[in-house]
Structures are given as structure tokens and as C-alpha cells.
């Protein structure tokens, strides 16, 4: 009689899949330069560490942004009064403006439109309650952000159905792939609801070419579904081709679109690098959406004190200009370093021009093709590489072999670190490049993890993760 | 096919109820002592907002946690990093013992049962979310506070059956109020998965008394159910009796580590004892580790900001400044609830005896033209309107009995509360020289009435949030 709901005792968190023995070995031996210079180097988490000199800067210069010093304080109990869900006026209008600014002032964002949410993780739970009643989909293509499975379905009820894209021509979706995924839904008999894009896309980091959107948009438009547009890292584009949001699209000429059909989601967590201050939007172009997203807003408003930090650093044009620029910089820059250096010990990625990872290509390395050999050669990068990266399984990649790789969230040093322990290992394996009748060897290689996965609870990419134990914030409260 | 869910077209947000007519008018024409001293004075929303000096002089001593500073060092980059989902832990720690000392340090809390969650309002969908689904129920005693519709039903589909509680015994949950609303709900087919309790009350602003809370032990215990208590007003409890939180009871009762201990819960947030509504600080405590694990991973859905967790560990570990800040807080408190009661009483309206909350529960049913809600309607408007005031009718909180209103005390100055009485005053003395013609009918119903509200004094309540703006 007193047991809990369905949902909190199932496993719609998705957090008891085998995926977790990567971090599990992450945190029980995290790198450290000086510490553990022999621990896993975590390069499964998608963050973007590489401007926050460039922000504390502004920072220094800007007390008044906090509304706890002495030069913000006079606004202190007004931020702290501030409930309202429709979110402060400077806070939307800035981030607005910040939006616009990434899409090269192509587009405009109106604020009156901008809605909060917890993070994106928050807003994408939202737009599904909206859009969606359970038992309905909506189509995704593969390989996609793990996180969705939870963010999508879990309190939802709403059912995922997976658009499979393919390596042979780069995983862009066709149009071909859009129509199988909508039969097969049909066949289910689970209603469509919409069509949720990733772009810039995360795993592949590569961004949605015009065609392909034009594609996307009449698909949407001709089945009358929703078509929601993550685009959370937006602002990670460091190299052409350049950026083309779904708000550019619908406004060309040639594109007929019904708008009451497009909606957005945003975040602050990785074109700034702040997933602690949960900042998610939902921008709607359907008036019905924003009303009711805005209500359900009530469930996981933006801190006032963080609305107020983030409507004074996006106020600031100079700043986000400099920003923008800068970020774009450090990434190409890594990216570049990182591509390079693991090509010249043979490893490939897809090309990618975005995101704070790429999409390695291990497939020759993989002992047969299958997804049990692609956990094999992943057990054997954690327990022997030390390195934490994410399995294409884990993205629902339709082809084994694949691997994410994040770059933009350690510093130098640790980079060339995860470089040289990359490098050591695809020399002593360089038979791995040869003729098949070599690759033998690798079965050979041991599994030292235990596959009691089901028992894991450790957090995960797919919820907030905690980057550092030794990060004084993580420490036992002395 | 409908373009939207049904959630987003349905009514259960709970946004399209009269009661936020109040709202509306007060947001075309809000009072401003200097702008607009006639305009609608605001006694609708329970924001506590007599001690923001104390919090203000905290940061000016502490540049630190205002800095995003530790030591001198920024860890600004730490913060902005921070997403885990099991909360700073220093947050955790400060923040559970705080609530051990709003109750007397009677009772201690583990960090590690701790969840936080954006408000309260995300703490209580979270537990709906965790403990029950569509057509479960929730058992609530009247009146209740609004915003309970919207977060407990809306998205996740769970009821809420009344438990009807009346002027007669002060409200107070009775054994077979209990038993009724339960087997209403069987009547409806909905299965009860537990009680859920606010205490302190809003909009009542009393706190249980022991043999309310060993009667809801007793119940949940025979009918094996989850018993939720919202103990957001914890820290609002100015005067006796002493507040009494559930968690006490259960020790007391030498109910730790039972099956029944772990099927209560506590929701908490800093909203009203601190003032702070706007950092949404919710908190769920649990003593089911499973519960614990479910709301941990749904608190995803609304993590409080770093910037916010790190800025409040600081302050609720600075144990010199919560002692202070408690005791000052009450004090003020105590004295703008009387001021409030006096103020009333001199209007010849009376008000529920209540030591805790941000808000009084009105006693106007001698100044309604009928015994019906169709009445405080109509009274309500003429209070909005005429008056110029927004307080919230007890409709909108579910009460059983029409002629309660719930006015806010905490949320304005001295002065504008003085001129709202005044006018209040004003308003009751031309109703009764206007109203010749039911003066006979309730003259001697009036004189009863006016000598029993006389001795009560009121709490006020406080509204959860602004919805609709």
C-alpha cells in the first residue's frame, strides 16, 4: 500500500545501464597531476573549461553583478523577493540579446519569449509535458545525448523512437531515415508528437547543413509535429561552415513553416561553461507553449541571484563580443591539437567544426562489429588508456565502433597527458592496424571490471556530475 | 489531432481560478506609499519581508561568500562547474542543521537524507512524482494553500481528497475528518498513498498540537499510507505554543527505524523563514533511502544554483548569526501579527488565535449578507475593489466554511500596514450604518460573533509564490 510510483522505483533515470563503470573508475581514481598522476583522466563530460580566466576578468571589474557585495547589495532584497516566473525583464532581454549574438545578429530572439527552466535538462522535460501526452513520441536521430532517455520519457510518459543515421554518409539525416522512423512509430501505434534535433549536434559536433534543415523543417511541416531545436552549443561553432539555426531558417523565403510548430531550447551550460548555475530557456514561437511552459517554469525557476549575475555579464556587449570571439578560439585551438596529434597515431573522427568533443573512429580497432566488442575495447580504455570516454552504444549509435571524446574540459597539461597515454597504446597495439587474423591479440586483453553494473549509482553524465572529489566544494565538511 | 498535451490545455495549473482576479487588480493599481497612496495594498502575499537588515549586514561582514570567494581565493570556476546533483555538501550540512535548531535541537537531521530541490513548490511535485501516480490520492485538510493544486495534480496526475476541518474545534484534524476523506476517496476509486500536512498551517498560521500529529502517526500507521509534512513556516513560530515537528513525535514515540518512520517526509525551503523566495531553496527529508535515491535523481529537473548554495552555506554555518537572526525574526514577527490582531479588532473583526506564519485567517463571516461562498465572493470584491486591498478568500483555499479570509502582515511596512486597517476600519463602519435593513437579522448573531472574536488572535499566512504577474 505505501510502496512508491512506477517511476521512482523503475529505471526510467537510465542510470543503471553498464555505461557507468567508466565513471565509476573515474572516481575512484581520478587524475591528478601531482596526486594520481595514474588516474583516469575524465574525458566523458562535456564541459567547456577553457574561458573562465577570460570571465573572472569581467568579474573583478563587475561586483555590482553580485547582489551579495557591497556594490550590488542595494538590490539584494529585491533579487531576493523576486519570485516571478516570468523572469526578470534584464535577465531575459540579455540573454535574448546573447542569442542573437551567437546567431551573428542574423536573427532576433524576443524576450517576452524567453522562458526559464532548470537547465536544459528542465526545459526539455517541460517542452515534452507540453507538447506531448504519454504514451506519444517523439523521433530522434541517432547517435543521441543519453540524457534524453531521461529528460524526454521518464515522469513523462512520452516514448523516443530513434532516427538512424549512418556513418557512410556522415550521420546527416535523410530524409529517407526521417519517413522509416515515422512508419515504424505508426506501427507501434505511438502518435508522433515532434521531431527533437540536436544542432550543433551532440555527439557527432558537427552542425545541420541548410539542406538538411529545409529537409528537417518540411518534414515537420507536411506531418503537422513539432520541431524541437536543442541548441545548446550554439556558440561552440570555432570553424566554418558557419552556424544555421532552425529561428534562421523559418524566416527565409523559400521555407513555409507553421511556427506555432518551433521551439528551442537553450542553456548557459556549455556556450559559457556554467552547468552549476542552471540556466535552461525554452524559447517558443507558439504562444500556447510559452504561456504553459512558463507556468510549469514554477517547478524550476533560474535563482534570482543567478538572473541578476547573468543579465549584468550579457548586458555587457563589449564582453560577450570579446567572449564569443575568444571562446570560439581556445576551442578551434584544442580541437585542432587534440585532432591532429591522434591522427598522427592513426585514430580518425568524424569532421567536426563544433561542440567540446569529437566523434572518434575506433571501429578497426574493435575485434569484430559488434557492440559487445565496442564494451570490450571501452573497458579496455578505462582499465588500461585510463581514460574515461563515452561508448557510441550509449549515444543509441546504430554502428559499433564510434566513441565520444571531450577536449574542452582539462587543462593543457592533462591533455597532453591523455595524448601520450593515446599514443603508448595504439604503438603497442599497432598490429591492431594490420590484416584481421592479427586482431586476436586484443581478445587476449583482460577485463578487470566487474560487470555487477545493475548495482552502480554513481552519477553520471546523464545527471549532474560532480567533476572533482578533491575539488574543495566535494569534500566532507570538516 | 490536438496540437498540445493535455496538460497544456487543461485547467489544473489552477491559474484561472477568481482568486487571482486579486492579483490582476492589484498589478493594474499597486499602492505606493509616495507614487500611489491610493492604489490596492498587497495583503495577499506571504513573504516575510521584516528582517532583510539582518541579512544585508551578514554580507556586508562576509565579502567572501558574496565574492564567490573561499578564503580569499576565487572558486568561482568550482561553482559555475557545479551541477552534481547531491548538492555542495557544506550546503547540505548547514542547511540540515539549521532546521535542527528552528526545532530547538530536539531533533538532528542527516545530511545525506537531504534533497534539494528549485522551492518547495519543485519539492512537493517531486514527492507526488516519487510516491504516488495517476489515480493515487493524497489526503489534505481545509483550507489548504492554493498553489497545492497546480503542484501536487498537475503534471502528475494524483488527486487530492479533502480532509474537512471546521471553525468549530479551530480547524484542528479530527479522527473521523480523517476516516471521511479516506473513504471518500475509496468512493471515488482512488487509492490513497498518504497525508500531506502543512505545519506550521498556511493559511491557518497555527501550528499542530500533539494530538493532532499522534493522530495522523496513528492513522498512516493502520492504513500503512505516507505521511508529507510542508514545515516551510518552521522558523515563523513567534509565540506558544512551541512548534512541534513530526519528526519529534516519531522519537518521542520511539518510532525510529520503523516501517512508519520511513514513510514520513519532510518538506522544507528558506522562502519564508529567510525571506529569500527568489533563490528557490526547496528541500525534500527523507528516511527512505529510496525515496532519498528517486528525488535525488528528479532534482535534475530543478538544482538549486551554485552561486545560491554556496552564498547560503556560508551564512546558515555562521551559527552566531542564525541564533540572532531566529531570535530577531520572531520578535518582529510577534509584534506585526499583534499589531495586525489590534488593528482588527478595532475594525470589530476578529481572527483565529495563531502563534506562527506570515498571516492572519480572518474571521469576516459576521459582514457576509449570507452564509454562502457566492457571499465572501461578493465581499471579496467590495474588499479588493472598494477597500483597495488584496487578501486571499478562503475559496481559493478550499475551506469549507465561507467568511475566512487570509491576510498577510509580513510583507509591508509598518505604515502601509496601519493604513490598511484604517481603511478596513472605514470600510466596516459604512457597511454597518449602510446596511439598516440586515442589521435586525444579525444583530444579535453580531453580538455573539463580535464577544467570541475578541479573544482570538491572528497568524497571518503567506502566499507561496506570484504566479500570475
Request: include cysteine; hydrophobic fraction near 40%; aromatic fraction near 10%.
Amino acid at each position: 500500500m505505501a510502496a512508491m510510483s512506477k517511476i521512482a522505483t523503475g529505471n526510467g533515470h537510465g542510470e543503471n545501464s553498464p555505461y557507468f563503470d567508466g565513471w565509476k573508475a573515474y572516481e575512484t581514481d581520478p587524475f591528478h597531476p601531482i596526486d594520481r598522476p595514474d588516474g583516469v583522466i575524465q574525458m566523458g563530460l562535456a564541459e567547456n573549461q577553457l574561458c573562465f580566466d577570460f570571465i573572472k576578468k569581467w568579474l573583478i571589474k563587475h561586483p555590482e553583478a553580485s547582489v551579495c557585495t557591497a556594490q550590488g547589495v542595494n538590490r539584494f532584497k529585491e533579487m531576493a523577493l523576486f519570485q516571478d516566473y516570468h523572469g526578470m525583464p534584464e535577465f531575459r532581454r540579455a540573454v535574448a540579446k546573447f542569442m542573437g549574438k551567437v546567431r551573428g545578429d542574423r536573427v532576433k530572439f524576443d524576450p517576452d519569449r524567453i522562458v526559464m527552466s532548470g537547465g536544459a535538462t528542465g526545459a526539455h522535460e517541460t517542452v515534452a509535458f507540453c507538447l506531448a501526452d504519454p504514451g506519444e513520441a517523439f523521433l530522434v536521430p541517432t547517435p543521441y545525448y543519453p540524457g534524453f532517455d531521461r529528460d524526454l520519457k521518464w515522469r513523462t510518459g512520452v516514448e523516443l523512437v530513434p532516427v538512424h543515421c549512418e556513418s557512410s554518409n556522415n550521420f546527416k539525416i535523410t530524409r529517407d531515415a526521417l519517413e522509416a522512423a515515422y512508419v515504424k512509430a505508426q506501427e507501434a501505434n505511438l502518435r508522433v508528437k515532434g521531431l527533437l534535433i540536436t544542432n550543433p549536434s551532440n555527439p557527432l559536433g558537427t552542425i545541420l547543413d541548410r539542406d538538411t534543415l529545409k529537409n528537417v523543417v518540411g518534414f515537420i511541416n507536411e506531418k503537422n509535429i513539432h520541431l524541437i531545436g536543442d541548441e545548446i552549443y550554439a556558440a561552440t561553432v570555432f570553424m566554418e561552415p558557419e552556424f544555421v539555426s532552425i529561428s534562421e531558417i523559418i524566416e527565409e523565403d523559400d521555407v513555409e513553416c507553421n511556427r506555432d510548430l518551433i521551439h528551442i531550447v537553450y542553456s548557459l551550460s556549455k556556450d559559457m561553461g556554467f552547468p552549476g548555475f542552471r540556466v535552461g530557456i525554452v524559447y517558443s514561437y507558439n504562444d500556447a507553449v510559452v504561456s504553459c511552459a512558463r507556468k510549469m517554469s514554477s517547478f524550476g525557476l533560474v535563482s534570482s541571484q543567478t538572473q541578476h549575475l547573468i543579465a549584468s555579464m550579457l548586458s555587457d556587449d563589449d564582453f560577450v563580443d570579446d567572449f564569443i570571439a575568444e571562446s570560439k578560439n581556445l576551442l578551434f585551438k584544442r580541437h585542432k591539437y587534440f585532432t591532429r596529434s591522434l591522427s598522427q597515431v592513426g585514430i580518425g573522427s568524424l569532421k567536426s567544426n563544433a561542440g567540446l568533443f569529437i566523434w572518434m573512429d575506433l571501429r578497426k580497432l574493435l575485434r569484430e562489429k559488434t557492440f559487445e566488442a565496442e564494451m570490450e575495447l571501452w573497458r579496455v580504455i578505462i582499465n588500461e588508456v585510463k581514460l574515461n570516454v563515452s561508448p557510441g552504444s550509449s549515444f543509441h549509435c546504430h554502428e559499433p565502433g564510434w566513441f565520444r571524446v571531450c577536449f574542452a574540459n582539462m587543462d593543457d597539461n592533462t591533455m597532453a597527458v591523455a595524448l601520450s597515454r593515446i599514443r603508448t597504446f595504439m604503438l603497442k597495439n599497432n598490429e591492431a592496424m594490420v590484416p584481421p587474423r592479427k586482431l586476436c591479440r586484443l581478445s587476449s586483453l583482460k577485463l578487470s571490471l566487474s560487470r555487477r553494473m545493475d548495482d552502480l549509482m554513481s552519477p553520471s553524465i546523464l545527471s549532474p556530475h560532480s567533476p572533482l572529489p578533491q575539488s574543495p566544494l566535494v569534500r566532507a565538511r570538516n | 489531432m490536438g496540437l498540445l498535451s493535455r496538460k497544456a490545455t487543461c485547467n489544473s495549473h489552477g491559474q484561472d481560478s477568481s482568486y487571482f482576479l486579486g492579483w490582476q487588480e492589484y498589478e493594474k493599481n499597486p499602492y505606493d506609499e509616495v507614487k500611489n497612496p491610493r492604489g490596492i495594498i498587497q495583503m495577499g502575499l506571504a513573504e516575510n519581508q521584516l528582517s532583510f537588515d539582518l541579512l544585508e549586514s551578514w554580507l556586508a561582514k562576509n565579502p567572501d561568500a558574496a565574492g564567490f570567494k573561499r578564503d580569499g581565493q576565487s572558486i568561482f570556476k568550482e561553482l559555475a562547474l557545479f551541477q552534481d546533483y547531491h548538492g555542495l555538501p557544506a550546503f547540505k550540512k548547514a542547511l540540515v542543521d539549521f532546521m535542527a535548531e528552528i526545532r530547538g535541537n530536539k531533533v538532528t537531521f542527516d545530511p545525506n537524507r537531504i534533497v534539494l530541490t528549485a522551492g518547495a513548490t519543485s519539492a512537493n511535485e517531486t514527492l507526488m512524482f516519487c510516491l504516488a501516480e495517476q489515480g493515487d490520492a493524497f489526503l489534505l485538510p481545509t483550507p489548504y494553500y492554493p498553489g497545492f493544486d497546480r503542484d501536487l495534480k498537475w503534471r502528475t496526475g494524483v488527486e487530492i481528497v479533502p480532509i474537512e476541518c471546521s471553525s468549530s474545534n479551530r480547524f484542528q484534524i479530527t479522527a473521523s475528518a480523517l476516516e471521511e476523506a479516506y473513504e471518500q476517496a475509496q468512493r471515488k476509486n482512488l487509492r490513497v498513498k498518504g497525508v500531506l500536512v502543512t505545519n506550521p498551517s498556511n493559511p491557518l498560521g497555527t501550528t499542530m498540537t500533539r494530538d493532532e500529529l499522534d493522530l495522523l502517526v496513528n492513522f498512516i500507521t493502520d492504513k500503512e499510507i505516507h505521511l508529507i509534512s510542508d514545515e516551510i513556516y518552521s522558523g515563523t513560530v513567534f509565540s506558544s505554543p512551541v512548534f512541534v515537528s513530526i519528526v519529534e513525535v516519531l522519537k518521542d514515540r520511539n518510532l525510529e527505524n520503523t516501517q512508519v518512520w520511513e514513510r514520513v517526509h519532510i518538506v522544507y525551503s528558506l522562502s519564508k523563514d529567510l525571506g529569500l523566495p527568489g533563490f528557490r531553496v526547496g528541500a525534500i527529508y527523507s528516511n527512505d533511502p529510496i525515496v532519498v535515491a528517486a528525488a535525488t535523481k528528479m532534482s535534475s529537473f530543478g538544482l538549486v544554483s551554485s552561486q545560491t548554495q554556496y552564498l547560503l552555506s556560508a551564512m546558515l554555518s555562521d551559527k552566531k548569526f542564525t541564533k540572532e537572526y531566529i531570535a530577531k525574526n520572531h520578535k518582529r514577527l510577534r509584534k506585526r501579527q499583534s499589531k495586525l490582531v489590534a488593528g482588527l479588532e478595532k475594525a470589530g473583526i476578529g481572527c483565529l488565535e495563531s502563534n506562527a506564519g506570515l498571516f492572519c485567517w480572518v474571521d469576516m463571516r459576521h459582514l457576509l449578507s449570507s452564509d454562502t461562498f457566492e457571499a465572501e465572493m461578493e465581499l471579496w470584491k467590495r474588499i479588493v475593489y472598494d477597500v483597495k486591498l488584496n487578501i486571499s478568500p478562503g475559496s481559493s483555499c478550499h475551506c469549507s466554511e465561507p467568511g475566512w479570509f487570509r491576510v498577510c502582515f509580513a510583507n509591508m511596512s509598518e505604515d502601509t500596514l496601519t493604513l490598511a486597517m484604517q481603511r478596513l476600519k472605514s470600510f466596516v463602519g459604512s457597511t454597518a450604518s449602510n446596511d439598516r435593513s440586515h442589521q435586525e437579522m444579525k444583530n444579535s448573531r453580531r453580538k455573539f460573533r463580535t464577544k467570541w472574536v475578541f479573544r482570538l488572535s491572528f497568524q497571518s499566512f503567506h502566499d507561496r509564490e506570484q504566479d500570475e504577474r
